[in-house]
């Protein structure tokens, strides 16, 4: 089903994989260091985690790789944000540059407030990292790549054509990845966007 496909290649590791090194190609001088600082919080924010989830997917601990069930959230969420703190502490000891670090800062308030309302009722975390890396790549390379929203589409679309989110739940957590992590990426680089 092609609603399965979209949902397994823009689910929010694999965003979360990409995005710091397109950030990083930006903000870092030269190749090596944009895949440095790059993969710093790719491997801290996406693969490691990421590698936490399969486990307690395939050990039984929850009810897959995307944590359907809100419930077992707990334990991938505290994982995603420690792991993620170890990587903000390693691009500050570092110097790494300036965006990276609001990077991994926007992500880790974002996974804050949607883990918080995820308590509560089932966000979807994958159009809250769509809508979030379309704002941050907007704000660093202009408004055209606002064409981005069409990737958060396809993802919300995704989600509720494969019946795990309802179109409330992919609108919410659209609205909040754009707000909190766009939001709050802009407000730690002072405004100095490109938008």
Known sequence: MFARLVTELLAPWVIVLVLPLVVAGQAAAGFGSTLL????VALTSSVLPMGVVVWGSRT?????HHV????GRLVPFTALIVLSLLGLALLIAGDAPEKLIALDISMIIS????????VFWKI????????????????????????GALVTLAVAWSRVAVRDHTLAQVTIGALTGTVV????????????TAL
């Open 111 to 118: 996974l804050f407030v949607t883990g918080t309302i995820t």
């Open 124 to 147: 979807s975390m994958h159009t809250a990292v769509a809508a979030g890396a379309v704002t941050v790549l907007a704000l660093l390379y202009g408004p055209a790549l606002l064409w």
């Open 68 to 71: 359907r069930d809100r419930r």
């Open 37 to 40: 600082w790059g993969m710093v």
């Open 60 to 64: 039984g601990r929850w009810d897959g």
């Open 181 to 192: 992590g766009g939001g709050s990426f802009a407000l730690l680089l002072g405004g100095n």
